[in-house]
């Protein structure tokens, strides 16, 4: 999809996405989709829009530097500034780049983050153009359509003559039957589930903490959606409904619209589609919404086991809570309700939305949805069978889920397009008989391979057949042929991915304990299994090492591919050289000084300064915003460079061998060769075209005689008859006019 706009249809009906879910899930030789991605990735932010969620008391690194502008750090005026100041006493401390604000403010401008990264990911790599990304607002003032809240509508009211107040008391009182039908759902579908686009972004900068363009009107979740009613009304309306949970009407909700959301497909099992991954995230700083209410508790855990079923995750992400006090936050309490809520089905889990020092920061979010979104990555489900199973009949195995633990990105590749009907345009090879021009059907051809010099015909059946006859099973599973000790193998031969195996209980029961045991028996003897993975039946086996996962953690094995012996090229000793002890010490030296300091190899390397720039000029026409200043990370700052490890560069230089000076001789240039071209000279006209000339008769020649005259005189012979007689006529004038 394209990110400020619709797109042509042959952008519509492109389908080279690895990530799309759209294709095949074969990979042999080299084609199709890779097994071990997902198909596309929906996510839902579910946001709790109780009261407190509007209240200014979290303490979040400022929110200035996830925004366009820079006009302050929060949303709140210079009042909320002394509020900050007074929130404890004055004994609390922040750093000058933290500011207090509202849960909603955080929930927000996460959404809003997350929306612009999606948007970027379409625009560089053009993966992940069918994920989608919806808001949903839960715990909605059901009397917000009818004047009963605390915003625009009190306002409204008030505004109101004093006739029409005493008529509204009157029908207040005859009218409940009618006010209980018209009331809003507690639920508010602020961004539809779909690929995010210039709609999505436009939609939720409206409600972001602060103004982001000065023609823009700010949106008031508060006043529109917060149920900031007296108490007595409220105790009255849960006294009525008891049953009612703002969380549980929030999530049945969800499930709704995954399954109206035309971006969200479900292949069949017969289908080749990937399936897609679907999940919801809880923003709420409510750590029990049930309110010690075992009836309540009881219908959302029934509502998770649908959840299950249609294969969406639950996540949580706690916000911290307000105080008792009202100064200051307190511990956001898992164990009352969302511990048990994400994880007691194995769909999801329940992350930290704070550090260590109770702060918020919306980048470390981001990351949380990075890794929630990227989690389920599971492309093949199999038996792991020991040695001598085949004599044991029946042997079920231990059931393995096999999970990709690298996704690698592909990069945009060119679309022919057609210039008058702006429709891609695909290459079509049709093989035809050359005498008689007829097409050769696919059932014709005649394939043949190399074999020892002389080619053998070798049709695709009989490949199929070789296949299978070179696998030690029909089915798709894990062989496990031996074992060999730990010293004897090598970390070099790496051929592909690295396959994380997991047990699978739910397939076959008892399988996660024989796996424990295995791995702690390798782990035992310090070995790793010598083994033959075979993903699909109509694949090659191929040969992998089976390493036991060490540390604590989730339980599982290594699946590492490995060559074959015939595969590993021999490298002559003598073209390793011996490096001397003072060369080595300042390489060691310059080592130490260079050494990049992040928490994972990704986070260190420079974006494209091209794509960035390119990116960043889109989204300043479309959304309205200035355009930034050109940023060039991979650009390298050599005085900071000399400045950090001079002297351990000039010391490595000094220690390396001097390069071999070849000598060159003058060499001597020879004089330049005479020009071969010759000058060309006009022959003289003669009287006979002369006279042809005179008497108009120079078209009646054939087109030969006209070449010959053209190059006699020079003159370009190319073109037609036409042109050969006025060439011809503008030579003999020009002889005529010379003359006179």
Known sequence: MNPFGDDPDWVSSLDDDPFDGDGDEENEGGGGRDPSNIGAQHIVLLIDCNDSMFDQYVPCLCLSDHMEDSEGSSSSSDDDDDHVNDDDGGNRKLSPNCTYVSPMDVAITAAHRYLRTKIRDVAETKSGKRDGVGVLLYGCDPYRAMGRG??????????GSEGEAEDEKEDDDTDDDEEDEDLQPSTHELIELAAPGIEQILAIQECLPREHNSNRKRRNLQSEFSSERNTAEMCNDNDGDSNVCSLLQGLTA??????????????TPASKQLPDSKSVWIFTNQDDPCHGDEAKNTRIHMVTRDFQEAGVAIHVLPLPKKSSSGVGTSEFDHTIFYSSLASSYGYGCAYDATDSNGIVDVEAILDR???????????ATLPLLLPGWKERNGDTGIMLDLYGTVSIRSKPQKIPVHQENNRMTTRRTIRIITDSGEEVQPENLHHSANFCGSRVSLQPANVAIMKRASNSQDRASLVIHGFRPMTQFSATNLLSKTVLATPNDARVNGSGRALYNLKQS?????????????????????????VPKAGDGVEGLHIIHIP????????????????ERISVDAAKRLISKSVLHFDDFASCLPENPYLKHFFGYLESVSLGKPLGPVEDDAKMDVQQMLES??????????CLPNDEQLLQTERKRKAPPPSLKQEFKNECIGQEWLDLYENDEIATLKSDDLKAFLKSQGERLAGKKADLVDRVKICIRKEVLKDV
Do not use: H, Q
Not at 370 to 379: C, F, H, L, M, S
Not at 646 to 653: A, D, N, R, V, Y
């Open 150 to 159: 605390m915003g625009n509508s009190i306002v409204e009211r008030m505004d």
């Open 254 to 267: 969800t499930l709704k619209i995954f399954g109206s959301a035309k971006c969200v497909k479900n292949p």
């Open 369 to 379: 949805f990075d890794i929630g979104t990227k989690k389920r990555r599971k492309y």
């Open 522 to 546: 390798m782990l035992k003897k310090n070995v790793f299994a010598v083994g033959e993975l075979l993903v699909r039946a109509s694949a090659t086996s191929k040969m992998v090492a089976v």
């Open 564 to 579: 074959f012996k015939e595969d590993v090229r021999a490298v002559n000793e003598k073209d390793i050289g011996i490096a």
């Open 645 to 654: 490890a001079g002297e351990e560069i000039e010391s490595f230089s000094n």
